[in-house]
Structure formats: structure tokens, C-alpha cells
């Protein structure tokens, strides 16, 4: 079965291409301000609109940090995070545990797998501290 890439607007891609050229993850409104800085400005609900589409065509992945933000990148940069649920720091994990886990071969027809997420929540070493 082969997979085709699903059609974007010149708008998705700009986003994409923004999320691309950055190291890290970048939220709504970060996106929102670098494409008014490249003078390519667009409504802040038209990027969160935008990035949803691309969520669904999975080109793109989003991360809930628990101070309801949300981050974005491309769904090809495997990365996981440890975040902390009290003061919200993260760090990334170094390689990723899910890789090594196959997914069930008798579903392959009945669901396509677009990207997965995997994200650790606990105390930093800060807060820890502070609590104890």
C-alpha cells in the first residue's frame, strides 16, 4: 500500500517549514510572531487552525505541557521530554524506548500509524528538593 503525501496550503507550509529551521519546539504564538518578523503575517487563529490540519495529516505532533501550552514539531524529530508538573521545566530524553515496541500487525489495515508521542511527568530536581 502506498502512502501519498497529503496536499497542503502555501499557509501549512510556511508553518511546517518554520517548525523545520527550528532546533526545538515552538508553540502557537511563537510561530504566530516569527512569521510577522519574516513579514509573512498571518491571524493567530489561522496558524492554530493550520496546525491542526497538519496534526492530521500527520506532519506534525503536539506536546501539552501542564501549564496548557502547547508545542509543536515536525512528527520526522523523534524527541521525548521529562516534564516537571510543578514548576513545568522539561528536558528531552536521550534516545526513544517506543522505537524498540512494534506495532500490532493485525491492525495495519484498519489504522495507519502517523506518529507516536511519549512524554515522562514527575519532579524536577528543584522541586523535589524544595518538597522534601
Same mark, same amino acid.
Given at each position: 500500500?502506498?502512502?501519498?503525501?497529503?496536499?497542503?496550503?502555501?499557509?501549512?507550509?510556511?508553518?511546517?517549514?518554520?517548525?523545520?529551521?527550528?532546533?526545538?519546539?515552538?508553540?502557537?504564538?511563537?510561530?504566530?510572531?516569527?512569521? =510577522?518578523?519574516?513579514?509573512? $503575517?498571518?491571524?493567530?487563529?489561522?496558524?492554530?487552525?493550520?496546525?491542526?490540519?497538519? =496534526?492530521?495529516?500527520?506532519? =506534525?505532533? $503536539?506536546?501539552?505541557?501542564?501549564?496548557?501550552?502547547?508545542?509543536?514539531?515536525?512528527?520526522?524529530?523523534? =524527541?521525548?521530554?521529562?516534564?516537571?508538573?510543578?514548576?513545568?521545566?522539561? $528536558?528531552?530524553?536521550?534516545?526513544?524506548?517506543?522505537?524498540?515496541?512494534? $506495532?500490532?500487525?493485525?491492525?495495519?489495515?484498519?489504522?495507519?500509524?502517523?506518529?507516536?508521542?511519549?512524554?515522562?511527568?514527575?519532579?524536577?530536581?528543584?522541586?523535589?528538593?524544595?518538597?522534601?
Amino acid at each position: 500500500m502506498m502512502v501519498t503525501k497529503p496536499e497542503i496550503t502555501k499557509r501549512q507550509e510556511q508553518l511546517l517549514e518554520k517548525l523545520k529551521k527550528c532546533e526545538d519546539e515552538l508553540s502557537g504564538q511563537e510561530l504566530h510572531r516569527q512569521l =510577522i518578523i519574516d513579514g509573512k $503575517s498571518m491571524g493567530l487563529t489561522t496558524v492554530y487552525r493550520n496546525l491542526q490540519v497538519l =496534526i492530521k495529516n500527520g506532519l =506534525i505532533r $503536539s506536546r501539552h505541557l501542564p501549564t496548557g501550552e502547547v508545542l509543536y514539531t515536525p512528527v520526522d524529530r523523534d =524527541i521525548h521530554h521529562l516534564t516537571c508538573v510543578q514548576c513545568g521545566e522539561t $528536558s528531552k530524553v536521550e534516545g526513544c524506548p517506543v522505537k524498540e515496541i512494534h $506495532s500490532p500487525k493485525k491492525n495495519t489495515k484498519k489504522f495507519q500509524l502517523l506518529f507516536h508521542t511519549l512524554e515522562y511527568f514527575g519532579l524536577c530536581q528543584n522541586c523535589y528538593q524544595t518538597q522534601s
